[in-house]
């Protein structure tokens, strides 16, 4: 599958950012959705992820309770709804797909088998 980022920007501090990232497949339905980030000079980390159904979700611990996590399987779209948001947000958002149909939702960028191309997310004060 191959997937598309985009929505990243400028934001100020303390504001609101959706990142949509849009698969090519109709079998989009069928993988777990991850998103993770990478600021510069800085290894790529999680940030969110959801299962196929769009029930089971996962957050880090950095953005929980600020970002949501959603997909719409019907248009082959996961999102990632970004408030409050920080100077640490900063960062290149990549989204990945994990086709290994495991229930269990994956951290580990390693485990994910297709990525988008990313999209830049820059706060401001």
């Known amino acids: 599958v191959q997937l598309q980022a985009s929505g990243g920007g400028l934001v100020q501090a303390g504001g609101s950012l959706r990142l949509t990232c849009t698969g090519s497949?109709?079998?989009?339905?069928?993988?777990?959705m991850g998103w993770f980030r990478q600021a510069p000079g800085k290894e790529r980390e999680f940030v969110a992820a959801?299962?196929?159904?769009?029930?089971?979700?996962s957050y880090a611990d950095a953005v929980k309770g600020r970002f949501t996590i959603s997909r719409n399987n019907g248009y082959s779209t996961v999102s990632l709804q970004m408030t409050s948001l920080k100077f640490e947000d900063a960062a290149v958002y990549y989204c990945?797909?994990?086709?290994?149909?495991?229930?269990?939702?994956?951290?580990?960028?390693?485990?994910?088998?297709?990525w988008g191309q990313g999209t830049l997310v820059t706060v401001s004060s």
């Open positions: 990945a797909a994990d086709r290994s149909r495991t229930a269990a939702l994956v951290r580990d960028a390693d485990a994910y088998d297709f």
């Open positions: 497949k109709r079998t989009f339905s069928l993988y777990n």
């Open positions: 959801i299962g196929r159904g769009g029930v089971t979700k």
